[in-house]
């Protein structure tokens, strides 16, 4: 069994910043793509940024330069660093992760963490 659980969400103002952190456990083999997403009310989820293959990274052209994804591979947790928020951010973030374990290999999702960005 799985699990990703995510932290760092809250309340920011405009121009503020904040940091999430997802942390895989489990029987995990390996953790090939991992990353971020959000949905915002009334929206499809989309992609923010996220670790596609190796070290290469894919970014939502809306928070390009402004959001920086990273991960520490010895405790399988991806962050994101995220800068210059706007409202448009406030979404809840999912952290996702394909991963392999010794049933096979599944895309894995966290509970999400809201975000919110108001003045």
């Known amino acids: 069994q799985v699990q990703l659980v995510e932290s760092g969400g809250g309340l920011v103002q405009p121009g503020g910043s904040l940091r999430l952190s997802c942390a895989a456990s489990?029987?995990?083999?390996?953790?090939?793509?991992m990353g971020w997403y959000r949905q915002a009310p009334g929206k499809q989820r989309e992609l923010v940024a996220a670790f596609t293959r190796g070290p290469t990274t894919n970014y939502a052209d809306s928070v390009k330069g402004r959001f920086t994804i990273s991960r520490d591979n010895a405790k399988s947790t991806v962050y994101l660093q995220m800068n210059s928020l706007k409202p448009e951010d406030t979404a809840v973030y999912y952290c996702?992760?394909?991963?392999?374990?010794?049933?096979?290999?599944?895309?894995?999702w966290g509970q999400g963490t809201q975000v919110t960005v108001s003045s």
């Open positions: 996702n992760a394909d991963i392999l374990t010794s049933t096979g290999r599944d895309d894995y």
């Open positions: 489990g029987n995990i083999f390996s953790v090939y793509a």
